[in-house]
């Protein structure tokens, strides 16, 4: 066994932990980076964010070739190359790897390939293909992530029934697909097997799909996959599942059940787990609470002084861009300045078609903490843009704070809008309110003007709608 | 038909958020150049807004009670009717030039930001949504200085955003005050006065309460000691009198003298002349000798400053001092005229009095008071004689004057005014 000291020790190689190295490193600290894989950038990179959406890029272009006929322009049945298209989405994974290790080499970053547990409030155990090594450090950021969400008498062996990284790898396209969990990983993964050609079906347990997004968000994207999917029952339990030569047998329960079916292949995305028991935590004195997450303060510090943690392992919500944020936060304070996470708001995105996005209050949560607020809502059927795009579904919502106009939240539905919530972050963050929306020029035709058109929708100055005077 | 043209506040001398306080126009009047149109109360006078052209008024935009700035719209004019032969050139060029469209909007938006920028504190507006008004690089910079951004009620920002300066302000503020503003002092609880016989509520003037907040907030901030001394002014009486009595085109008052010894004093004692820097660790000296004269009006105090009052003659002064003290009780005084003073002079010696502790003008460093001549038995050596004596106040603030700079000080004024040869030296 052999030993070595480091200042900064990163458990995890995901979007937190590498930004966190990075950061640590370029302010002049002595990093070592531990991760199991044999590449950096964690599950976003590997088996997550990245690949998903080039699979995500070519359900698009099915699509669109689909929808041109009706326009005109006709390209015949698409043909699939499961191969291929495999080894496509490996390669943008991989040109990304590549460049995450370069982008570590030249910050004298070391990366130990292992599995990391706590020996002591100071040092690390590193179980890796080379033998085992303890890594003593001065202050260590706990980057180690989550997992999908097993669900224990489900037959989890069965090469059937799949998580989301099972989902990713392709290996074939089943004929008919459940997919258990109507959240942001399953319709995403939904948008892609259907593309592909797999008949879909999905059962969510609460009464819509993407569960706590505002329900005039998610119902242009219902609308669509209820005519795309086979199937979406909501409000719907599943009770078990059986493997059977034939395919997995699945029973439901529920006021709306449906009878029990069989389907080819069934993805659980039910959420994620994090990581927080794994890591031998207790060792080093950390608190970990009862779902396996580690409580941390605003400066990303565990009950433990010197022991910092970012990302999935800290809490909801489990983005990369959350991640990345938290671990500059904790390499900056371990470097002695007076960083803080203080985000007004992570914006959520959901890759599917049409895309849903949300950041700030969402209506819901207005209402429930009795916040008044005004509300803009500006239809992308009266979008120039959209209408180009052969879509007319989309909506751009604001939300106001009633007294000062200011922005609290917004969300969008529709082609794209994944790329225009950034704006509304943007206007929260600097604190701007929906007359400054309102008169900051929009390029036209662009699918942002609807932000701008929202926020006049607020302050009444529309012009592009006609509102009725009171 | 000629076009319409703007009428807008010219520029007022620095003020801002005047308060109209009488408007002498109606729409359908004709105006001639010069007439008062309004009138405003600013910090510490009134002021009237003279029509730069004539014409007749079409529309008035203002209100009595509205607080304007310059730029701000005050009426529109169809210039060239009445019977007054005036240039369609106005006084204020600014007012005119402007293009009509963009000028259209501006004057709301003006009044609007005014609101927003005030003193008091709107602490809703910003309290409401549970976060400070910043930008996420304000926070981390607050957050560098451990700031906590709620303790500022505003910023100068567009909309109140606070900006990186306001966090430095406050900062700076917090460092020379110690401890934030006036907060810990007790208020003088309200008594009702009724209960003991008939009253009758009168609202302070403009410039009462102004002058009040001023004294408070000196009062607070400055260790003021105040020195006594006399001046044998017996001799510089006669050659008043004397000259007086010549029936010159400038009578001489005792004050102007006054004024020559302290200018003198002044030069002698540079640092009579100077102000504390905000943060309290240096000392701003004044290259100029400008002397501040507190004159009695009817509505309450003012100091109208006299500019360069080094370099005038008495006759001069005595010029200065009666187109100033005129304005200041018509409250005509525009604001520059009460800025800028190196010291100030109060002079209670026409009513009487012995002796007094003025308050300094802040951030003047000291204060001459002047209380009523009175003839004295004086010990010459040998006998008592009869000597005119004049009693002289001097309020100094401690952080930058010692006691005994103040004491040579006061001395240096009074061996000049019992000398007046010496101001020639």
């Avoid at chain 2, 006065?193 to 004294?215: A, D």
């Avoid at chain 2, 002079?347 to 300094?360: D, H, K, R, W, Y």
Wanted: net charge negative.
């Amino acid at each position: 066994m052999s030993d070595m000291h480091t200042e900064v020790l990163i458990l995890g190689g995901g979007p937190g932990g590498y930004t966190a190295a990075f950061r640590a490193a370029d302010l002049g600290k002595q990093v070592t980076l531990v991760e199991r894989y044999p590449v950096i950038g964690g599950v976003c990179l590997n088996v997550g964010c990245i690949p998903s959406k080039a699979l995500l890029h070519l359900a698009h272009i099915i699509h669109e070739a689909e929808a041109a006929e009706s326009h005109g322009l006709s390209f015949g049945k698409p043909k699939i190359d499961l191969d291929k298209v495999r080894s496509w989405k490996e390669s943008v994974s991989k040109s990304l790897n590549t460049g995450l290790a370069g982008l570590a080499k030249q910050r004298n970053i070391k990366i130990v390939q292992g599995l990391g547990t706590f020996e002591t409030a100071n040092s690390m155990l590193v179980e890796g293909n080379d033998g085992k090594q303890i890594i003593t450090f001065d202050d260590v950021i706990i980057a180690a992530g989550s997992q999908a969400t097993q669900i224990p008498v489900f037959p989890n062996d069965d090469p059937r029934l799949w998580d989301s990284t099972d989902a990713l790898e392709l290996n074939e396209i089943p004929k008919k697909l459940l997919i258990v969990g109507g959240g942001i990983i399953g319709l995403e993964m939904a948008t892609v097997y259907d593309a592909l050609g797999s008949e879909i079906s999905v059962v969510e347990l609460m009464d819509q799909i993407i569960p706590g997004c505002d329900s005039d968000l998610v119902r242009p994207l219902h609308k669509r996959i209820k005519k795309q999917y086979k199937n979406i029952w909501l409000e719907t339990k599943v009770e078990g599942i059986k493997a059977l030569k034939s395919g997995l047998k699945v029973s439901f329960s529920g006021d709306k059940a449906p009878e029990s079916e069989t389907f080819d292949a069934v993805l659980i995305a039910v959420g994620r787990r994090p990581n927080g028991f794994k890591i031998g935590a207790d060792k080093a004195g950390i608190e970990v609470d009862k779902m396996g997450f580690i409580q941390v303060n605003e400066q990303q510090k565990t009950n433990v002084e010197h022991i910092y943690a970012i990302g999935d392992i800290v809490g909801n919500p489990m983005l990369a861009h959350k991640a990345a944020h938290e671990g500059k936060v904790a390499a900056e304070v371990i470097s002695g300045e007076k960083s803080a996470f203080d985000a007004l708001t992570i914006p959520a995105v959901a890759f599917t078609d049409p895309e849903i996005t949300w950041m700030g209050l969402t209506e819901n949560d207005a209402k429930k903490q009795g916040i008044e607020y005004d509300k803009g809502t500006f239809p992308w059927a009266a979008s120039g843009r959209s209408l180009s795009l052969g879509r007319n579904e989309g909506l751009t919502k604001i939300i106001c704070e009633k007294e000062t106009g200011r922005v609290l939240g917004a969300g969008m539905v529709g082609p794209n809008a994944g790329e225009l919530i950034s704006e509304a972050v943007l206007a929260l963050e600097m604190g701007a309110d929906a007359e400054d929306i309102g008169l900051t020029v929009h390029a036209h035709p662009s699918l942002s003007e609807t932000f701008a058109f929202a926020a006049e929708m607020v302050t009444g100055t529309i012009t592009d709608l006609y509102i009725k005077k009171k | 038909m000629s076009e319409l043209i703007e009428i807008k506040i010219p520029d007022l001398g620095g003020a801002d958020e005047v308060e109209i306080v009488e408007i002498m126009i109606q729409s359908g009047e004709a105006v001639e150049q010069e007439q008062t149109l309004a009138v405003m109360e600013s910090d510490k006078a009134t002021m009237d807004l003279p029509a730069n052209m004539a014409g007749t008024i079409q529309e008035v935009i203002i209100k009595v009670g509205d607080k304007v700035s310059q730029g701000s719209l005050v009426a529109m004019l169809r210039p060239g009717a009445s019977n007054a032969v005036a240039e369609e050139k106005p006084v204020e060029p600014a007012a005119v030039e402007e293009k009509k469209v963009a000028v259209a909007a501006e004057p709301v938006k003006a009044a609007e930001s005014v609101k927003t920028v005030a003193a008091k504190p709107a602490p809703v507006a910003v309290a409401s949504s549970g976060s400070a008004h910043a930008t996420p690089s304000v926070r981390l910079f607050a957050r560098e200085l451990g700031v906590d951004l709620n303790n500022l009620n505003q910023g100068s920002g567009r909309k109140g955003r606070i900006l990186k300066e306001d966090v430095q302000a406050y900062v700076k503020k917090v460092m020379t005050e110690g401890v934030q503003g006036g907060a810990g002092i007790p208020a003088i609880p309200e008594v009702d006065f009724s209960q003991f016989g008939e009253t009758e509520v009168q609202p302070l003037s403009k410039i009462k309460r102004l002058t009040g907040e001023h004294m408070v907030r000196v009062c607070l901030n400055l260790p003021m000691v105040t020195q006594h001394d006399e001046a044998d002014i017996s001799e510089m009486e006669d050659f008043r009198k004397a000259h007086n009595g010549s029936k010159p085109e400038y009578k001489l008052t005792g004050l102007v003298f006054i004024i020559k010894a302290l200018t003198a004093a002044l030069k002698q004692f540079p640092q009579f002349n100077s102000s504390l820097s905000a943060d309290g660790q240096s000392l701003i000296y004044k290259k100029y000798t400008n002397v501040g004269i507190a004159v009695e009006t009817p509505n309450g105090l003012v100091v109208p400053v006299i500019r360069d009052a080094d370099q005038m003659s008495l006759n001069q002064l005595s010029a200065a001092l009666v187109d100033l003290s005129g304005k200041a009780r018509e409250g005509k005084l525009p604001p520059a005229a009460m800025q800028g003073g190196s010291m100030s002079i109060s002079s209670l010696g026409g009513i009487g009095g012995t002796a007094f502790t003025p308050i300094v003008n802040a951030p003047e460093v000291a204060i001459l008071g002047v209380s009523r001549a009175k003839m004295q038995p004086v010990w010459n050596g040998q006998e008592f004689v009869p000597r005119l004596m004049l009693p002289l106040d001097l309020t100094y603030d401690h952080r930058v004057i010692d006691g005994a700079e103040a004491a040579r000080f006061l001395v240096a004024i009074t061996q000049s005014l019992g000398d007046i040869r010496r101001l020639l030296l």
